[in-house]
Protein backbone atom coordinates (compact mmCIF):
# COMPACT_ATOMS: atom_id res chain seq x y z
CA UNK A 1 0.00 0.00 0.00
CA UNK A 2 1.08 3.57 -1.14
CA UNK A 3 2.32 5.97 2.26
CA UNK A 4 -0.51 8.26 1.01
CA UNK A 5 -2.88 5.16 0.99
CA UNK A 6 -2.01 3.93 4.99
CA UNK A 7 -1.63 7.36 6.12
CA UNK A 8 -5.65 8.32 4.87
CA UNK A 9 -6.38 4.50 6.22
CA UNK A 10 -4.68 5.43 9.67
CA UNK A 11 -6.40 8.86 9.92
CA UNK A 12 -9.60 7.83 8.79
CA UNK A 13 -9.57 4.88 11.33
CA UNK A 14 -8.60 7.51 14.23
CA UNK A 15 -11.62 9.68 13.56
CA UNK A 16 -13.89 6.90 13.33
CA UNK A 17 -12.76 6.45 17.23
CA UNK A 18 -13.31 10.04 17.69
CA UNK A 19 -9.41 10.88 18.33
CA UNK A 20 -8.78 14.63 16.70
CA UNK A 21 -6.46 14.77 14.28
CA UNK A 22 -3.93 17.63 14.93
CA UNK A 23 -1.21 18.60 12.48
CA UNK A 24 1.23 17.47 14.99
CA UNK A 25 -0.26 13.66 15.16
CA UNK A 26 -0.41 13.87 10.96
CA UNK A 27 3.26 14.97 11.05
CA UNK A 28 4.22 12.29 13.53
CA UNK A 29 2.36 9.23 11.49
CA UNK A 30 3.77 9.99 8.39
CA UNK A 31 7.31 10.17 9.60
CA UNK A 32 6.65 6.25 11.32
CA UNK A 33 4.65 5.30 8.09
CA UNK A 34 7.60 6.52 5.86
CA UNK A 35 10.86 5.67 8.03
CA UNK A 36 11.51 1.90 8.79
CA UNK A 37 14.38 2.29 11.44
CA UNK A 38 11.80 1.77 14.31
CA UNK A 39 12.52 5.02 16.18
CA UNK A 40 13.35 6.00 19.76
CA UNK A 41 11.05 9.14 20.73
CA UNK A 42 14.52 11.24 20.51
CA UNK A 43 15.03 10.58 17.06
CA UNK A 44 11.55 11.15 15.99
CA UNK A 45 11.91 14.67 17.43
CA UNK A 46 15.20 15.16 16.00
CA UNK A 47 13.31 13.91 12.37
CA UNK A 48 10.78 16.38 12.77
CA UNK A 49 11.86 19.42 14.49
CA UNK A 50 12.26 21.77 11.40
CA UNK A 51 8.75 20.83 10.56
CA UNK A 52 7.46 21.20 14.20
CA UNK A 53 10.44 22.87 15.70
CA UNK A 54 8.66 24.20 19.50
CA UNK A 55 7.14 20.42 20.11
CA UNK A 56 7.47 19.03 23.20
CA UNK A 57 8.97 15.37 23.89
CA UNK A 58 5.89 14.82 26.33
CA UNK A 59 3.53 15.59 23.15
CA UNK A 60 5.26 13.17 20.78
CA UNK A 61 5.52 10.25 24.06
CA UNK A 62 1.80 11.10 24.15
CA UNK A 63 0.66 10.80 20.40
CA UNK A 64 2.56 7.47 20.61
CA UNK A 65 0.80 6.28 23.42
CA UNK A 66 -2.44 7.43 21.59
CA UNK A 67 -1.37 5.44 18.30
CA UNK A 68 0.01 2.31 20.62
CA UNK A 69 -3.45 1.96 21.99
CA UNK A 70 -5.39 2.15 18.40
CA UNK A 71 -3.27 -0.47 16.96
CA UNK A 72 -1.81 1.74 14.52
CA UNK A 73 1.84 1.47 16.30
CA UNK A 74 3.78 -1.04 18.31
CA UNK A 75 6.20 -0.48 20.87
CA UNK A 76 9.92 -2.01 20.76
CA UNK A 77 12.02 -2.79 23.52
CA UNK A 78 15.66 -1.38 22.81
CA UNK A 79 19.02 -2.93 24.55
CA UNK A 80 18.78 0.19 26.48
CA UNK A 81 16.40 -0.30 28.09
CA UNK A 82 14.19 2.46 26.54
CA UNK A 83 11.66 1.85 23.32
CA UNK A 84 11.82 2.27 19.85
CA UNK A 85 8.49 2.25 17.70
CA UNK A 86 7.00 0.84 14.43
CA UNK A 87 4.10 1.29 12.15
CA UNK A 88 2.44 -1.44 12.27
CA UNK A 89 -0.24 -0.62 9.13
CA UNK A 90 1.08 -3.97 7.81
CA UNK A 91 1.38 -6.83 10.69
CA UNK A 92 4.53 -8.59 10.33
CA UNK A 93 7.22 -9.64 12.74
CA UNK A 94 10.42 -8.68 14.02
CA UNK A 95 14.15 -10.14 14.16
CA UNK A 96 16.39 -8.32 16.46
CA UNK A 97 20.30 -8.49 16.84
CA UNK A 98 21.15 -9.56 19.92
CA UNK A 99 25.16 -7.78 19.38
CA UNK A 100 23.88 -4.70 17.60
CA UNK A 101 20.35 -4.26 18.54
CA UNK A 102 19.28 -3.61 14.79
CA UNK A 103 15.57 -4.53 14.46
CA UNK A 104 14.46 -6.36 11.20
CA UNK A 105 10.81 -6.00 9.67
CA UNK A 106 9.42 -9.79 8.36
CA UNK A 107 7.10 -9.19 6.41
CA UNK A 108 5.57 -12.90 5.66
CA UNK A 109 2.10 -13.93 4.40
CA UNK A 110 1.78 -16.39 6.86
CA UNK A 111 1.85 -14.39 10.07
CA UNK A 112 -1.61 -13.56 10.91
CA UNK A 113 -1.90 -17.58 10.83
CA UNK A 114 1.14 -17.89 13.36
CA UNK A 115 -0.39 -15.27 15.44
CA UNK A 116 -4.05 -16.54 15.74
CA UNK A 117 -2.46 -20.06 16.38
CA UNK A 118 0.07 -18.91 19.06
CA UNK A 119 -3.10 -17.21 20.64
CA UNK A 120 -5.13 -20.10 20.33
CA UNK A 121 -2.64 -22.25 22.44
CA UNK A 122 -2.31 -19.90 25.10
CA UNK A 123 -5.96 -19.60 25.36
CA UNK A 124 -5.97 -23.28 25.55
CA UNK A 125 -3.01 -24.15 27.75
CA UNK A 126 -3.91 -21.49 30.52
CA UNK A 127 -7.46 -19.68 30.03
CA UNK A 128 -5.29 -16.72 28.43
CA UNK A 129 -7.19 -14.08 27.74
CA UNK A 130 -5.27 -12.83 24.55
CA UNK A 131 -5.56 -8.89 24.28
CA UNK A 132 -2.62 -8.58 21.23
CA UNK A 133 0.36 -10.22 20.38
CA UNK A 134 4.02 -9.36 18.76
CA UNK A 135 6.50 -12.14 17.57
CA UNK A 136 10.13 -11.45 17.78
CA UNK A 137 13.20 -13.68 17.00
CA UNK A 138 16.55 -12.69 18.58
CA UNK A 139 19.37 -13.99 16.92
CA UNK A 140 22.61 -12.22 15.45
CA UNK A 141 22.30 -10.40 11.46
CA UNK A 142 24.70 -11.44 8.97
CA UNK A 143 26.86 -8.22 9.53
CA UNK A 144 27.35 -9.03 13.51
CA UNK A 145 28.04 -12.68 11.97
CA UNK A 146 30.87 -11.75 10.44
CA UNK A 147 31.73 -9.44 12.34
CA UNK A 148 31.78 -12.04 15.24
CA UNK A 149 33.86 -14.68 12.79
CA UNK A 150 36.67 -12.32 12.19
CA UNK A 151 36.96 -11.38 15.59
CA UNK A 152 37.25 -15.24 16.31
CA UNK A 153 39.90 -16.13 13.41
CA UNK A 154 42.21 -13.08 15.06
CA UNK A 155 42.37 -14.52 18.32
Not at 7 to 19: A, E, N
Not at 40 to 56: E, G, M
Not at 70 to 82: A, F, R, S
Request: hydrophobic share 35%; charged share 25%; net charge positive.
Amino acid sequence: MATNAQLDVSLKRLKKKGVRITPQREIILTYLITHHNHPSVDTIRDAIDKKLPNLSVATIYNTLKLFVDNGLVIELPNKDGGLRYDFFGVPHYHAICENCGKIFDIFDESYPDIVAHVQKVAREKVGFEVTGAQLEVTGICPKCEKKLAKQKRTQ
